[in-house]
């Protein structure tokens, strides 16, 4: 009788448990969470043929004349963010102001929010992996299309959703502005804390759209529940510097829902099933112009 009990008291915890989904590292016998190869339990979207995040074949990528820079707009502006630990991660709320265009997508789009994806201390922990290699920290900032006013109206348009991801590797120099987001971060410890970060500029993590004309284009998904697809992804091959001493100050700071320290928080790779990666061709252009000008020196000099 007591081990029907306890059987019957472990599967009531894990009903209750199991309707909140959490990282691989969250997952534990005591704390029965939904684990990302359980989301689509819960969240049907999360086992569709066009899930993110992916590992990006640069090798594979086929060259696209059809993506040209971006048009940022409201990036250099100051604004007031908000900050808030969802348990899941800290999401740091943008205005409307905040906007592009170009960049091969159909329309106008505003930013909602941006948020990012660490590992732990000694472990990368980016959700997209180029060429296999996991990079420490990605950045993701969402963008609703135009005139969708949530994700879940934008969720049935092709490319109702934008998301641009800047990858960070490791640099010797601190990057210069992220101590602002790694001191908010540390404001908002808990599930359900927020917090207000003043005169905040986006373009002082951001490089400028002019910086930016080399990158990834796939069609994929959000990659936390409910996967919503649909979302046209941005990979920028750029990347960002982030210093030893800001990501192992970042990945202490928060907490998930389960009181865990808030780290590893990235999706594993999903199938690619037969989509196509694409890449701006803006590299080739370069090459290819450097090309006709030697042959034309050469030709002068003969
Ligand atoms: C940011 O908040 C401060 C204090 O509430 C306010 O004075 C300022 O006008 C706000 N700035 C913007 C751009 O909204
Ligand atoms: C996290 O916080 C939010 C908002 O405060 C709350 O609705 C939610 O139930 C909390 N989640 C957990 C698992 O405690
Ligand atoms: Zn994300």
Not at 132 to 158: F, Q
Request: net charge negative; proline share 6%; aromatic share 10%.
């Amino acid at each position: 009788y007591t081990s029907t009990a306890i059987v019957l008291l472990l599967l009531l915890n894990c009903t209750f448990c199991l309707a909140l989904w959490c990282y691989d590292t969250q997952y534990s016998c005591e704390e029965s969470c939904r684990d990302p190869s359980r989301w689509a339990a819960q969240f049907p979207s999360c086992r569709g043929l066009r899930q993110s995040p992916i590992n990006i074949v640069t090798s594979k990528a086929h060259s696209n004349s059809a993506l040209p820079p971006f048009n940022f707009i409201g990036h250099n502006k100051q604004i007031n963010v908000s900050l808030e630990n969802t348990g899941h991660s800290a999401t740091f709320s943008l205005p409307q102001s905040v906007r592009l265009s170009g960049g091969g997508l159909p329309g106008n789009y505003r930013a909602a929010n941006f948020h990012f994806h660490w590992g732990r201390e000694g472990s990368p922990g980016s959700e997209h992996t180029i060429d296999g290699e996991r990079l420490p920290m990605e950045m993701h900032i969402v963008h609703i299309k135009e005139p969708y006013g949530s994700l879940a109206e934008a969720e049935h348009d092709m490319a109702g959703i934008a998301l641009l991801a800047f990858l960070f590797q490791e640099s010797a120099e601190d990057h210069p502005h992220l101590d602002t987001v790694i001191e908010a971060l540390g404001r908002v410890q808990n599930n359900g804390s927020s917090t207000e970060i003043m005169n905040f500029r986006l373009s002082d993590i951001v490089p400028s759209a002019s910086e930016l004309h080399s990158y990834y284009r796939y069609v994929g998904s959000m990659t936390t529940p409910g996967c919503e697809q649909d979302v046209a992804w941005t990979v920028f091959k750029r990347m960002l510097p982030i210093s030893s001493r800001q990501l192992n100050a970042l990945v202490l700071k928060c907490r998930f829902w389960t009181g865990q320290p808030m780290i590893d928080n990235f999706r594993p790779i999903q199938p690619l099933d037969g989509r196509v990666v694409y890449k701006s061709n803006s590299d080739s252009l370069f090459p290819s112009l450097t090309l006709l000008i030697l042959s034309f020196t050469s030709y002068l000099e003969i």
